[in-house]
């Protein structure tokens, strides 16, 4: 009879033993495939990397505050994904804000497009001068932009014109772009010779 009793209790616990453990087993299974699936899933606060995928070019922004990702249309065509930096570029104390804006066209060329704003107390207020867009294809890129900092902010485009091809090489100008009296204006510009893609020249 104690024999029975032992053998009842030894059953029970390994009943038990073999239930904790599936159970452990599960909370850890479900938990490594919560993480899975998060990863890599776009939201409107991800920080990500800000070197441009298409290109690998350093557009000197650091890295994104926020991002998201966006489908194309039925041709590839359209905008693909949203950067935003915030970033003190007066000297205020007050980050500002600056937005790219990758746009598709379902080919080996694609652009950038940059607006800035300075954080008011009314607000954000657009001080982007016209046309700051980047014109980019699979072997060349007729116009960049890079953001400098430190010792003071300025934007340095190199732009070329488009000639025959698109890789032609044609007569490259570097300029540069400050800020005054809260408005941004070209305050140099030189030539810098013939050249395909203009990344090189930064």
Same mark, same amino acid.
């Given at each position: 009879? #104690?024999?029975?009793?032992?053998?009842?209790?030894?059953?029970? =616990?390994?009943?038990?033993?073999?239930?904790?453990?599936?159970?452990?087993?599960?909370?850890?299974?479900?938990?490594? /495939?919560?993480?899975?699936?998060?990863?890599?899933?776009?939201?409107?606060?991800?920080?990500?990397?800000?070197?441009?995928?298409?290109?690998?070019?350093? *557009?000197?922004?650091?890295?994104? %505050?926020?991002?998201?990702?966006?489908?194309?249309?039925?041709?590839?065509?359209?905008?693909?994904?949203? *950067?935003? !930096?915030?970033?003190?570029?007066? /000297? %205020? *104390?007050?980050?500002? #804000?600056?937005?790219?804006? =990758?746009?598709?066209?379902?080919? $080996?060329?694609?652009?950038?497009?940059?607006?800035?704003?300075?954080?008011? /107390?009314?607000?954000?207020?657009?001080?982007? @001068?016209?046309?700051?867009?980047?014109?980019?294809?699979?072997?060349?890129?007729?116009?960049? !932009?890079?953001?400098?900092?430190?010792?003071?902010?300025?934007?340095?485009?190199?732009? #070329? @014109?488009?000639?025959?091809?698109? *890789?032609?090489?044609?007569? $490259?100008?570097?300029?540069?772009?400050? =800020?005054?009296?809260?408005?941004?204006?070209?305050?140099?510009?030189?030539?810098?010779?013939?050249?395909? %893609?203009?990344?090189?020249? !930064?």
């Amino acid at each position: 009879m #104690r024999n029975q009793h032992g053998d009842i209790k030894l059953v029970i =616990l390994i009943v038990l033993t073999v239930i904790v453990m599936g159970a452990m087993i599960y909370l850890l299974v479900n938990k490594n /495939s919560n993480e899975t699936q998060s990863v890599g899933v776009s939201s409107p606060t991800q920080i990500i990397e800000t070197e441009n995928e298409q290109s690998g070019f350093d *557009d000197g922004l650091g890295r994104a %505050d926020s991002a998201q990702t966006y489908d194309t249309d039925e041709f590839d065509g359209g905008i693909s994904r949203i *950067d935003v !930096f915030y970033r003190d570029i007066n /000297s %205020d *104390d007050i980050p500002d #804000r600056i937005t790219r804006t =990758l746009n598709e066209n379902g080919t $080996a060329h694609f652009y950038y497009e940059y607006k800035i704003e300075l954080r008011t /107390s009314a607000g954000y207020i657009d001080i982007t @001068p016209n046309d700051f867009t980047t014109s980019e294809g699979a072997d060349c890129a007729l116009r960049k !932009f890079r953001f400098v900092f430190q010792p003071k902010f300025q934007i340095i485009q190199i732009a #070329r @014109p488009w000639e025959d091809t698109w *890789d032609t090489p044609t007569v $490259a100008y570097k300029t540069i772009y400050e =800020l005054r009296n809260n408005k941004i204006i070209e305050t140099q510009s030189r030539e810098m010779g013939e050249i395909c %893609d203009v990344s090189k020249l !930064f």
